[in-house]
């Protein structure tokens, strides 16, 4: 397929200078009204000139007059891509690479940070630590610490003094409450001097009392 450089009659080095003297020519040689009488054509054994013909002059003086799309013209001579002078545009929607190097001053937007993303990936996790946090194990038990108060388990030693002992093993009572020595213990418990000496302990009734675990 003829290219645009064939359809001027130039070469592929030809200056602005050149290119333009070779169209001017061209379309006088191409034109029916610069071309003379009918007669003068059949006598120059030139076959009459069309449409077409202008037109792919046009369009070639049309890329080759442009620097830039002359300079993406030749990329794509040089990589086999180019339509000669029968397309239906001047030439060809370059592509990425040759577009940017055609317009090297083109503005890109910035990227837009994906929130929507990162806030969804968000619930998600939480979602999934509260469902752990249900579903895993309870809390330890306290931790023995020798100060007895409501709801700790005691034993008691040789003179009756309440001492704590962890509630997950063997004891004798439960407490209900850690009174100070003057005041007095509900009616249905029972009481008992705290070893450390910080008041009296209530005990739970003897019925309601865990003497070997939980």
């Not at 239906?88 to 890109?108: A, F, K, L, M």
Request: aromatic residues 6%.
């Amino acid at each position: 397929m003829t290219n645009h450089y064939d359809t001027l009659g130039v070469g592929r080095t030809a200056s602005l200078d050149d290119i333009r003297r070779a169209y001017r020519a061209r379309m006088r040689e191409a034109h029916p009204d610069a071309r003379g009488s009918a007669a003068s054509t059949r006598k120059s054994g030139s076959a009459p000139s069309t449409t077409a013909e202008v037109t792919r002059i046009a369009e070639a003086w049309s890329v080759l007059s442009s620097p830039a799309r002359r300079a993406a013209y030749d990329l794509q001579l040089a990589t086999g891509s180019a339509v000669g002078g029968h397309g239906s545009s001047h030439n060809p929607r370059p592509d990425r690479d040759i577009w940017s190097e055609t317009q090297p001053d083109r503005v890109y937007p910035p990227a837009r940070f994906p929130w929507r993303f990162v806030l969804v990936i968000i619930g998600i996790g939480t979602a999934i630590l509260l469902i752990l946090h249900i579903m895993g194990d309870p809390m330890p038990e306290r931790g023995i610490d020798g100060l007895i108060s409501a709801g700790s388990c005691v034993n008691f030693d040789e003179i009756g003094s309440a001492f704590e002992v962890p509630c997950s093993g063997p004891h004798q009572a439960r407490v209900r409450e850690l009174v100070p020595f003057d005041s007095p213990c509900d009616s249905d418990t029972t009481q008992a001097r705290d070893r450390q000496g910080m008041g009296t302990v209530c005990l739970e009734p003897l019925a309601s009392q865990v003497t070997k675990g939980d």
